[in-house]
Nanobody
Framework: VQLQASGGGLVQAGGSLRLSCAAS????????IGWFRQAPGKEREFVVV????????YYEDSVKGRFTISRDNAKNTVYLQMDSLKPEDTAVYFC?????????????????WGQGTQVTVSS
């Protein structure tokens, strides 16, 4: 199983980025996909999750209204559109796949992880 996160980069505050998470080696449409982020010296934290069908999403409060998650099961890819970025959004962003829907804000619920993509927001 591979999860490949991409799309990170350097952007000014107020700007936008779109991250992608491309999956292979699993029945993608059967997995819920979450995004987490980890800033230097901090624990990995939950950002957002989308259900296997795409019908349910759950956002961490600080990104509500700014980030939008979507998925294309035909392309085995999840997207994270990040708008109105803030310096505090700076982190390495990871995507992860979970077979079961339970406590999706917890890292231990996820079965597979991608390698991460760096997002840096300058002030």
């Amino acid at each position: 199983v591979q999860l490949q996160a991409s799309g990170g980069g350097l952007v000014q505050a107020g700007g936008s980025l779109r991250l992608s998470c491309a999956a292979s080696g699993l029945t993608f449409s059967s997995y819920h996909i979450g995004w987490f982020r980890q800033a230097p010296g901090k624990e990995r934290e939950f950002v957002v999750v989308i259900s296997s069908s795409g019908g349910v999403t759950y956002y961490e409060d600080s990104v509500k209204g700014r980030f939008t998650i979507s998925r294309d099961n035909a392309k085995n890819t999840v997207y994270l559109q990040m708008d109105s970025l803030k310096p505090e959004d700076t982190a390495v962003y990871f995507c992860a796949a979970a077979r079961s829907w339970s406590r999706m804000d917890q890292t231990k619920q996820y079965d597979y992880w991608g390698q991460g993509t760096q997002v840096t927001v300058s002030s």
